[in-house]
């Protein structure tokens, strides 16, 4: 079979054909008495092989070792084809969302598009100042995508940088809940703990029943940090787990603090006044504890709290009753 024959039969064209040829990869088994390329059909056969491994990634070199020497085993050579296949298509996926995300933006020209490739470049600089100018300047400048603000705030570990990305995110308006939400659910603590921390920047409304229902979420951690946002927003729910913080010492100044704008209600002040003294009366509280939950009396208005801040000063644990001394003695003074 003559070069154009097998051209047309296999889809390889003659150029290729010939350049197999030039290579000792198929060499056309006889010549025509004019001097054509005769093909037989081994060799027609080797073409196709070639062909096949060649869809799979192989280079020319790695076909011929692959066809001519027994030696050559495929379970190497395919790994590494898996690993560069695998590269190339997060390559892609990461060019197709950056495309996304510059068409999220709805440039107006080149320069707009320009201006978002530059802030998503410095979105990801391995320079903490680099990313937080970028993070303050997407609020000023064109608009970053709201997934690309999410991406980077749920990364981030430098405290700066992440305080400047939340406050961008808010400033955006409630576009990125749903995706911090999203986020509540994520299998790393790290993004959980970013996604709570997140929606607690923005304003009442959305994320404050993001934040509710954060409460019962099975990670202690984002359960109370969203327990401190809720207190700063005057919502009784938040409580409970605000007194568990006093009791454990985490964030426990933090967690009085919220408890103490909370009590400027009077209804609630009467609630986290005997919650607070129902935790004092638990037997098993170290004496640490028993101290923190009387610190945290100091600024619940209230009768409730003046009668039992006046037991504890009787109490036997020295400590907690000279805290509750001291602090009768702030509530009584002019």
């Not at 320069?111 to 490739?117: G, M, N, S, T, Y």
């Not at 997934?147 to 990364?155: F, G, P, T």
Request: hydrophobic share 45%; glycine share 8%; proline share 4%.
């Amino acid at each position: 079979m003559l070069i154009g024959d097998v051209a047309r039969r296999s889809g390889v064209s003659a150029r290729m054909l010939r350049h197999y040829d030039s290579l000792g990869l198929v060499r056309p088994t006889g010549r025509t008495d004019g001097g054509y390329r005769e093909y037989s059909s081994e060799d027609i056969r080797r073409i196709f092989h070639i062909e096949s491994l060649r869809s799979l990634g192989l280079s020319l070199r790695d076909v011929r070792r692959a066809l001519d020497d027994p030696g050559f085993a495929p379970s190497e050579l395919v790994d590494d084809l898996i690993r560069q296949t695998r590269e190339r298509i997060a390559d892609e996926t990461e060019l197709l969302t950056r495309l996304g995300r510059i068409g999220a933006a709805e440039p107006a020209g080149w320069e707009d598009v320009l201006q978002v490739v530059a802030l998503l470049q410095a979105l990801r600089s391995k320079s903490a100042g680099t990313r937080q100018r970028a993070a303050l300047s997407s609020v000023e400048e064109v608009p970053v995508p709201v997934e690309a603000l999410v991406e980077a705030a749920l990364s981030e570990s430098d405290p700066n940088v992440a305080g400047a990305l939340r406050w961008a995110l808010a400033q955006g308006g409630a576009g990125g809940l749903a995706l911090l939400a999203e986020g509540l659910g994520s299998p790393v603590a790290q993004v959980r703990k970013r996604a709570v921390q997140s929606i607690a920047e923005f304003p009442d409304g959305e994320a404050t029943t993001l934040l509710q229902d954060a409460l019962a979420h099975p990670d202690i951690v984002v359960r109370r940090y969203a327990a401190l946002a809720l207190g700063a927003r005057g919502v009784a729910d938040a409580v409970p787990t605000l007194m568990d913080m006093v009791v454990e010492e985490t964030n426990d100044v933090d967690a009085a603090d919220a408890l103490s704008a909370l009590a400027s209600d009077p209804a609630l002040a009467e609630q986290i006044a005997t919650g607070l003294i129902e935790c004092l009366a638990h037997g098993t509280l170290a004496s640490s504890a028993r101290r923190r939950l009387t610190q945290a009396l100091a600024d619940i208005p209230g009768l409730t709290t003046s009668r039992a801040l006046a037991d504890l000063s009787h109490d036997e644990d020295r400590a907690v009753a000279l805290t509750a001394t001291y602090i009768l003695g702030i509530r009584d003074a002019p």
